[in-house]
C-alpha cells in the first residue's frame, strides 16, 4: 500500500556533533555522489564533504560557518530524500530557508551538482559577508497553543526597534511557534533588552549566522545571481512549496521566475516556514511528513506549524502526540528510533 508524503528539508543549525559522521553512517552507497560534490569544492579549494564529515573531532567555530555547514546539510538532506523506501510517494517537497536550495534538489528542479553548487556558492557568500546575526525567540506556550496576540505584540517590538536610528531589525523566518529576528547588532541587542528570558535559553543567538531572509542580504543575493545562472533551473518533477506558501508544478513553472525568486524574495524577505507547512497538509493532504536529516531539531517547528493549522483537529502539543501514538505523521530521519519508517 502506498504512503504519500510530504519531504521538508532542513536548514543551518542542523549538522552538530552527533552527526558528525552522518554522510559514510547512514549513506555509504551513495559515496559516488559525494565524491562529486568533493570534485566541486576542490576546484573552489575548499576542503572536500568525504573529508569533513570523517573528522574525529567537532568544533562549532568550525562546523557552524556557512562555507562548511551547508553543503554538508545539503549532502546529508538530499541523500535522505533518494532514500525513501519504495512504497512512498512524494507529493509534494518544501523546506527552512537554506532547506529551501535542497527541496529544489530533492523535486528535481536542480540536478544533484547544481542543487550543491547553489547551496556552495551561498553558504560561501553568506560566510565571507556575514552581514547582520540572527536569533531566536518563542511566541507560543509548551502547550504549542497559538497565540497571535503574542505574536503581534513581538512583531510590533521589532518594528520599533527597526524605526529606531542605526538599529536593523526584521523578522527573517516565520518557525512555527518561534520567530527568528534577523539585523544588525544594535538591532539584536535592543531586542534581547526588551524581552525577557524565556526557558532559561531565549532570546538564543545563533552562531555563524547572517541576517537571512532581510534587506541586509541584497548584496549576497546580487552576487549569488551573478556567479548562478538561470539555466541551472529545470522544470520541478514534484511540486515545490516556497517560503510564501506558493506551489511550483511539474511542467507549469517558469524556471527563471524561480531563479529569480530562490536569488531575490528566498535571500530579503521573509521566509515562512509556518506557512509552507500549512500548505502542504491542506494542499496535499499526505499521510506522513517527512523531515530529512541531518538532525531532527525541525520536526518541532513543523509540529507546532500543523497544530497552528488545527491540522486533522489537532489545537495543542498533546493532541499532537496522541496522533503520533496512534499512527505517526511527522518522521524525523535524523532520529534513529524514526528513520526506518521512511527508509524501510
Not at 527573517?172 to 531586542?191: D, K, T
Not at 525568486?261 to 515562512?272: A, F, I, K, N, S
Amino acid at each position: 500500500m502506498t504512503r504519500t508524503a510530504v519531504v521538508i528539508c532542513p536548514g543551518r543549525g542542523t549538522y552538530n556533533k552527533p552527526e558528525l559522521g552522518y554522510l559514510h553512517r547512514h549513506h555509504a552507497e551513495r559515496l559516488s555522489m559525494f565524491q562529486r560534490f568533493d570534485a566541486i569544492r576542490a576546484e573552489a579549494g575548499q576542503e572536500t564533504l568525504t573529508k569533513l564529515d570523517r573528522a574525529k573531532r567537532f568544533t562549532v567555530g568550525k562546523y557552524s560557518r556557512g562555507d562548511v555547514a551547508s553543503p554538508l546539510i545539503y549532502a546529508a538532506s538530499l541523500a535522505d530524500a533518494q532514500a525513501l523506501a519504495d512504497d512512498i510517494e512524494v507529493v509534494a517537497v518544501t523546506g527552512n530557508s537554506m532547506g529551501w536550495y535542497i527541496a529544489l534538489a530533492a523535486a528535481g528542479a536542480l540536478s544533484d551538482e547544481n542543487g550543491f553548487r547553489v547551496v556552495n556558492t551561498m553558504g560561501t557568500l553568506m560566510q565571507d559577508h556575514l552581514i547582520g546575526g540572527q536569533l531566536v525567540y518563542p511566541f507560543n506556550g509548551d502547550s504549542w497553543t497559538n497565540d497571535p496576540d503574542r505574536k503581534a505584540a513581538l512583531i510590533e517590538d521589532v518594528a520599533r526597534i527597526d524605526a529606531m536610528d542605526g538599529h536593523d531589525l526584521a523578522l527573517s523566518i516565520e518557525l512555527g511557534g518561534m520567530l527568528v529576528l534577523a539585523g544588525n547588532e544594535a538591532g539584536l541587542a535592543a531586542f534581547e533588552a526588551s524581552q525577557p528570558s524565556v526557558q532559561d535559553r531565549f532570546p538564543m543567538r545563533l552562531p555563524n549566522h547572517a541576517a537571512f531572509h532581510t534587506r541586509l542580504q541584497a548584496p549576497v543575493a546580487t552576487e549569488g545571481r551573478a556567479r548562478l545562472a538561470a539555466d541551472l533551473f529545470e522544470q520541478p518533477q514534484h511540486p515545490l512549496i516556497d517560503g510564501r506558501g506558493k506551489v511550483w508544478w511539474p511542467d507549469a513553472s517558469d524556471t527563471h521566475a524561480l531563479w529569480e525568486y530562490t536569488l531575490g524574495h528566498q535571500v530579503t524577505e521573509t521566509y515562512d516556514f509556518t506557512r509552507a507547512v500549512q500548505t502542504a497538509a491542506r494542499e496535499f493532504a499526505p499521510d506522513l511528513f517527512i523531515v530529512t536529516g541531518p538532525g531532527a531539531t525541525l520536526g518541532g517547528a513543523v509540529a507546532q506549524s500543523l497544530v497552528q493549522a488545527e491540522w486533522r483537529g489537532m489545537a495543542n502539543k498533546s493532541a499532537f502526540f496522541a496522533q503520533q501514538e496512534v499512527s505517526p505523521i511527522l518522521i524525523a530521519m535524523g532520529r534513529d528510533d524514526q528513520r526506518f519508517i521512511a527508509t524501510g
